[in-house]
């Protein structure tokens, strides 16, 4: 595998949608240079965690179905942003009552704000509790259909950041729409961002779930 490291604006520089955007962007500036990169453009995967999480997952669910979301830049007119598979560890997939979900596991959220103050909120700028319908139409799950792209989800049950029912969510909603091209794991130990999510053997899991969809 070749790793590209993709780089997006944070929350306070630029607002939804741009970092979904960019990451289509980055997917189609690496189709563009395949052959100069010596890539193979028919296998190209993306990870992300946390709130990488969600941005790979918005770019591989949504598509020219979307075309507030399928925008390209001047030059990669043409150019799909389509990609072979998705690992989303702990990532957001509803922007909207992280807090309660929380709340109802059991746990202490990490973070104490639910408004416009919160992660989501700031990233929206408003409050996200507010306008339902927008909220949805900037949500992961809303775009989890048959035809997505087969998806890893991991997810610590201790994760006081991103409750686990964001992914739970997920699991269940591609397991009936997208004839389960999805594999879970979910760690009853761990909180946001543990280093095992990151570690050699879970690496390993992660790759092995990308060698399952290589085009050959």
């Known amino acids: 595998y070749a790793v590209a490291s993709m780089n997006y604006s944070l929350s306070d520089q630029a607002k939804f949608p741009v970092p979904i955007l960019q990451v289509k962007a980055a997917v189609r500036f690496l189709r563009m240079h395949a052959e100069e990169y010596q890539l193979d453009e028919r296998n190209l995967f993306l990870y992300g965690n946390s709130a990488g999480g969600y941005l790979v997952l918005m770019a591989g669910y949504t598509d020219e179905r979307e075309p507030f979301f399928d925008t390209p830049r001047p030059g990669q007119e043409g150019v799909s942003s389509s990609v072979s598979a998705i690992a989303d560890i702990y990532g957001v997939t509803q922007l909207a009552h992280n807090r309660e979900m929380i709340l109802s596991t ?57 409750s686990v029912k964001q992914s739970y969510d997920l699991v269940q909603k591609l397991l009936s729409v997208n004839e389960g091209k999805v594999e879970w794991a979910y760690f009853d130990e761990l909180d946001h961002s543990d280093p095992f999510f990151k570690s050699a053997e879970n690496t390993r899991r992660i790759l092995d779930f990308y060698d399952r969809w290589i085009v050959r």
Do not use: N, W
Request: proline share 9%.
């Open 106 to 162: 059991g746990l202490e959220p990490k973070y104490f704000s639910d408004d416009i103050r919160s992660s989501e909120g700031f990233f929206m700028g408003f409050d996200t509790r507010t306008c339902p319908d927008l909220i949805a139409g900037a949500s992961p799950l809303t775009y989890a259909r048959k035809g997505c792209p087969p998806t890893l989800v991991q997810h610590g049950r201790k994760d006081r950041t991103v």
